[in-house]
């Protein structure tokens, strides 16, 4: 028993001055003698205890933008917490189907703690409201959005390194008198749900027998202010409604519903091709929807909305049960007190650069509805563009001496690119060479040459598609950020030296879709392709499945179309 003891003994202070000769020892007798390989445990303990200080992200919104940089952000090394006053991510392309039945609320938003409980690092969110942000110490304040009832201790404040501002925006108004206590929006689920509840209300209270004829007509008229995608998609959806659902609901009513679609320009869907706009407002007039177009909206008041005829210079006063207000999207309050903070105060949205920082905070980034991108000029540059191919500083430079820098002056000012297709031009050579028909230039021949580049300059709009883009590209730039800022990627800095950290953002148009209602669709894709009809209701219907953000929302999707092919829409109020 004490030779044990003294073994025993023996064996531990072994442990204790080479730990790893008993692991070893231990390993190669479980594996029989094998080679394997270990680690220290202890070692790795040690490291996990050091104190690494992550740069914080915080992020405001889970609209399109914000939801896409959380969905593709994967650098563990940044603590993520992101603020915001709804806990989902609304799939906002099919809000129209809300209003009338054809998708429930339910089924297009998925909460935003699913979504980023998949990530392999910890994600914060709060259920609030940023109502400042600032910059000078890097805070932004916010607002619980709950109840008031529920006590706590109201505003807070959160510190951030970084900050991504994917706000979003709200509906414009124009400050027309009476929109905001009397129309309807479009843009957010509790939009789509009030819309659906008035519609039946407007059924309801016509169906009553103290209802006069002509007031059954007044409350039987659904009037939508705004030509675009949204104002034409909901008209539609309303249509196919009333014709195929709530006809055999209320068939005495049936005469007296009347839908109006008002457009201050020329004509509806001005976005689209004009093949799309004439089949749209030929199919409207078919369908029985009253189309006026150059009727721009003056004032809306309880019972009337008043509009002036740009072609008769009249106002018009139209009795209405219910308006549906789409005409395009202003700043948040929030944006535009940050706007003239940091000096931007006579611009509609956040401008940004190509990389999607606001131009003067470095680390702040904007995306989404809430900003635009300020593409820099050519003309900007052109001296720097040149004296940068001018390596011999001689003045003067054959075509040939811009081989190095054209990649970078195409990615830089993509407007270039854009010229050379309308021109026609094959490549940045034949842009020189057709400007002046020699190989030599001078500073003065080089700007004539690019002087008409930068009037194809132009905003990206406003839609989901862009958001979800930007998203996607400043997840990829935080992934990299370490990377690129040791080995820099993007295009040559020709007012400096060395290359820009990150290829500027591009937008890929990968087409658009405009549902006209009963089961017809117009679709607008790359290459100037154009589809109408039946067929292309299907393909809408297989493109919005695939982009829904969760296998649970494509199910819940697809089954209420289901249901409603076989049993119709809901018409229930609640």
């Known amino acids: 028993m004490s030779a044990f003891?003294?073994?025993?003994?023996?064996?531990?202070?072994?442990?204790?001055?080479?730990?790893?000769?008993?692991?070893?020892?231990?390993?190669?007798?479980?594996?029989?003698?094998?080679?394997?390989?270990i680690s220290n445990i202890s070692a790795f303990a040690d490291a996990t205890q050091v104190d690494v200080k992550?740069?914080?992200?915080?992020?405001?919104?889970?609209?399109?933008?914000?939801?896409?940089?959380?969905?593709?952000?994967?650098?563990?090394?940044?603590?993520?917490?992101?603020?915001?006053?709804?806990?989902?991510?609304?799939?906002?392309?099919?809000?129209?189907?809300?209003?009338?039945?054809?998708?429930?609320?339910?089924?297009?938003?998925?909460?935003?703690?699913?979504?980023?409980?998949?990530?392999?690092?910890?994600?914060?969110?709060?259920?609030?409201?940023?109502?400042?942000?600032?910059?000078?110490?890097?805070?932004?304040?916010?607002?619980?959005?709950?109840?008031?009832?529920?006590?706590?201790?109201?505003?807070?404040?959160?510190?951030?390194?970084?900050?991504v501002i994917a706000m979003g925006a709200r509906v414009n108004t124009f400050n027309t008198p009476g929109v905001v206590e009397h129309a309807h929006f479009l843009k957010e689920i509790e939009d789509a749900q009030r819309i659906r509840r008035s519609v039946i209300d407007c059924f309801e209270r016509a169906s009553l027998p103290n209802i006069t004829e002509e007031e059954r007509k007044r409350i039987l008229h659904f009037v939508v202010v705004g030509g675009g995608p949204t104002g034409v998609e909901f008209a539609a959806e309303l249509h196919d409604y009333v014709i195929e659902d709530l006809a055999k609901l209320y068939p005495a009513l049936k005469e007296h519903v009347k839908i109006t679609l008002l457009e201050a320009g020329d004509h509806i869907l001005n976005m689209f091709d004009k093949r799309i706009t004439v089949f749209a407002e030929e199919k409207f007039k078919r369908d029985g929807i009253n189309l006026k177009v150059g009727s721009m909206v003056t004032k809306v008041s309880e019972k009337e909305i008043c509009t002036k005829e740009r072609a008769t210079g009249q106002t018009v006063s139209i009795p209405y049960g219910m308006v549906?207000?789409?005409?395009?999207?202003?700043?948040?309050?929030?944006?535009?007190?940050?706007?003239?903070?940091?000096?931007?105060?006579?611009?509609?949205?956040?401008?940004?650069?190509?990389?999607?920082?606001?131009?003067?905070?470095?680390?702040?980034?904007?995306?989404?509805?809430?900003?635009?991108?300020?593409?820099?000029?050519?003309?900007?540059?052109?001296?720097?563009?040149?004296?940068?191919?001018?390596?011999?500083?001689?003045?003067?430079?054959?075509?040939?001496?811009?081989?190095?820098?054209?990649?970078?002056?195409?990615?830089?000012?993509?407007?270039?690119?854009?010229?050379?297709?309308?021109?026609?031009l094959k490549n940045f050579h034949n842009l020189l060479k057709n400007s002046q028909g020699d190989d030599e230039l001078d500073i003065e021949k080089f700007k004539l040459a690019l002087s008409e580049v930068d009037s194809q300059m132009k905003n990206l709009p406003a839609t989901a598609?862009?958001?979800?883009?930007?998203?996607?590209?400043?997840?990829?730039?935080?992934?990299?950020?370490?990377?690129?800022?040791?080995?820099?990627?993007?295009?040559?800095r020709f007012r400096a030296t060395g290359r820009h950290r990150f290829h500027p953002f591009r937008y890929q148009h990968l087409g658009q879709f405009a549902p006209l209602g009963g089961e017809q669709t117009a679709a607008q894709l790359p290459g100037d392709w154009v589809s109408i009809g039946h067929s292309t209701q299907w393909l809408w219907y297989s493109v919005y499945v695939s982009k829904l953000v969760s296998w649970r929302t494509r199910m819940l999707v697809i089954s209420d179309w289901g249901r409603r092919f076989v049993f119709g829409r809901d018409s229930s109020r609640i």
């Open 54 to 163: 992550k740069k914080k992200v915080v992020v405001l919104g889970t609209g399109w933008a914000g939801t896409s940089f959380l969905k593709n952000l994967k650098d563990p090394s940044y603590e993520i917490e992101v603020v915001s006053p709804r806990n989902y991510f609304a799939f906002t392309p099919l809000l129209p189907s809300v209003t009338n039945g054809t998708v429930e609320a339910r089924s297009i938003v998925e909460p935003i703690r699913n979504i980023v409980r998949k990530k392999k690092f910890d994600v914060q969110f709060k259920e609030a409201e940023c109502y400042k942000i600032d910059t000078v110490n890097k805070k932004v304040h916010c607002k619980p959005t709950q109840d008031n009832n529920l006590g706590g201790t109201g505003e807070f404040t959160v510190d951030y390194d970084y900050l």
């Open 465 to 492: 598609q862009v958001a979800a883009q930007q998203g996607e590209y400043l997840a990829e730039c935080f992934d990299k950020m370490d990377a690129c800022e040791k080995n820099p990627e993007g295009p040559l």
């Open 5 to 37: 003891r003294q073994f025993y003994q023996r064996a531990s202070n072994a442990y204790s001055n080479n730990p790893r000769l008993f692991n070893l020892l231990v390993i190669t007798t479980v594996s029989g003698g094998g080679l394997l390989a």
């Open 324 to 424: 549906v207000w789409s005409t395009g999207i202003g700043t948040r309050p929030v944006v535009m007190d940050f706007m003239k903070q940091i000096g931007q105060t006579n611009r509609r949205v956040l401008a940004t650069d190509e990389w999607l920082r606001v131009e003067g905070c470095d680390d702040i980034y904007a995306l989404g509805d809430c900003a635009t991108i300020n593409q820099r000029r050519v003309m900007e540059d052109i001296s720097a563009i040149f004296n940068k191919a001018d390596k011999k500083n001689t003045g003067r430079l054959k075509v040939d001496d811009f081989k190095e820098v054209i990649n970078d002056i195409c990615e830089r000012y993509p407007q270039v690119a854009i010229h050379l297709k309308k021109k026609q």
